[in-house]
């Protein structure tokens, strides 16, 4: 064989071993990228919400499953339910009144066990912290953002406050389009899929669409930044935190966070835990903080934290620190919210609590907020 040959034939070879050895060492990060490609495929979307911890990054939380919650004589759904469950595609619900489980049902082939994905439901549960630490002096709501997380000198959220940042007022144009692969929120997903860091993709926006403080507009990313100051005000992790001062003495587990590729936890929608769990924490809500006869969280926190206190727009949903609050409320009736069909429903005057995991394509057609709450307001007042 010709010299050249032989040369081509080695060259050939080595760029295959290198290619090789490159796809082993990416494994990982396309294994992750391919599931946020595929991770609402109608086929798959059921499967993957609770199976969350095996397609991404995510740190275990050192939980200690409470007691059962008490059970009461079962109440019937009201009439409709069982098509309203197929229609917005429930997969686990949950109804609590005066403290106990009045019904628990699972769909669409998943169970009591599974830990389900949060999504922004996760955003209240980081409410729920924050409340803790401002109790404590830790934080307070008029410290500016960057005081506890420097890295943001600069960007968008420099000469914002953790007031204007918790209720979604930061001013930061960030683009919440869920169906627009070239969004910021889907930009982001690839972010944790290929192992980047999110501080850094936050501290990269630097362009605002309104004042700090004035017009709301959710944006995901704000969550996020609730969560850089945290870390930066204690020092410690927010798996840690969680774990310490809510969830073990909630009595919830097991659960976990998914983590971008430095370990930082995905504050914004990456909690997974069982649905029964989700309605603990509406359960301790709906007790003003109290859970097991213990003050978890104070009683002051979640009257301000639950009100509609953000700059929505006239007659629109109101909003508060990291809550939904109907724009025709009842005093007490907030609730926590996630893409896909992910609802924590509290009502304090009824004591009532409904958790719901959901795998809803149509989560944002027109009407499916109305239809929700209006299915919520019924089994609240056992309206059959």
């Given at each position: ?7 081509l034939?080695?060259?050939?070879l ?13 494994r ?12 609402f495929?109608p ?5 993957n919400?609770s199976?969350?911890?095996?397609a ?6 050192t939980t200690e ?20 469950i ?7 619900l ?5 403290g ?12 009591a ?6 999504w ?9 912290l924050?409340?803790q630490?401002v ?50 929120i ?18 990269s926006f ?6 700090p ?13 609730l ?8 020092g410690?992790?927010i798996?840690d ?5 809510l ?7 097991p ?16 909690l ?6 989700y309605?603990?924490?509406g ?12 003050q978890i969280?104070?009683?002051t926190?979640i009257e ?22 109907p724009?025709?409320a009842?005093?007490?009736?907030v609730i926590?919210?996630g893409?896909?069909?992910q609802y ?19 989560f ?8 929700m709450?209006g299915?919520?307001?019924r ?6």
């Amino acid at each position: 064989m010709r010299t050249w040959a032989k040369r081509l034939i080695l060259g050939l070879l080595a760029i295959t071993v290198i290619c090789a050895a490159a796809a082993l060492w990416k494994r990982e990060e396309i294994s992750r990228l391919l599931a946020v490609r595929s991770l609402f495929a109608p086929d798959r979307i059921v499967r993957n919400f609770s199976n969350m911890d095996a397609a991404f990054l995510h740190v275990p939380l050192t939980t200690e499953p409470g007691p059962p919650l008490p059970r009461a004589e079962p109440i019937d759904l009201p009439t409709g339910a069982d098509q309203w469950i197929a229609d917005r595609a429930i997969t686990g619900l949950v109804v609590l009144r005066d403290g106990a489980m009045t019904h628990e049902s699972y769909h669409l082939g998943t169970g009591a066990e599974d830990q389900r994905i949060s999504w922004s439901v996760a955003k209240s549960f980081l409410s729920l912290l924050i409340g803790q630490l401002v109790a404590d002096g830790t934080l307070e709501l008029a410290d500016p953002v960057v005081l506890h997380a420097p890295e943001l000198l600069n960007s968008a959220y420099d000469g914002t406050s953790l007031l204007d940042v918790i209720q979604m007022e930061s001013g930061v144009a960030f683009d919440e389009n869920y169906f627009d692969k070239d969004s910021d929120i889907n930009r982001m997903g690839r972010i944790i899929a290929l192992g980047g860091a999110l501080d850094d993709f936050t501290a990269s926006f630097t362009l605002r669409d309104r004042d700090p403080g004035g017009a709301w507009k959710y944006v995901s990313i704000d969550t996020h930044v609730l969560g850089m100051v945290v870390r930066g005000a204690t020092g410690r992790s927010i798996p840690d935190l969680m774990t310490e001062r809510l969830l073990l003495p909630m009595g919830i587990g097991p659960a976990s966070y998914l983590t971008d590729g430095v370990g930082t936890a995905f504050v914004l929608g990456g909690l997974t835990m069982r649905t029964v769990d989700y309605a603990r924490m509406g359960l301790l809500v709906q007790q003003g903080g109290i859970l097991s006869a213990r003050q978890i969280v104070p009683d002051t926190w979640i009257e301000e934290s639950t009100r509609a206190s953000a700059h929505t727009a006239p007659g629109a949903v109101g909003y508060g620190y990291q809550w939904w609050i109907p724009a025709d409320a009842a005093p007490g009736e907030v609730i926590a919210r996630g893409v896909y069909g992910q609802y924590v429903y509290i009502d304090r005057a009824s004591e009532v609590v409904i958790a719901i995991n959901g795998a809803d394509l149509q989560f944002n057609a027109p009407g499916v907020w109305d239809d929700m709450l209006g299915m919520f307001r019924r089994i609240a007042a056992k309206d059959t």
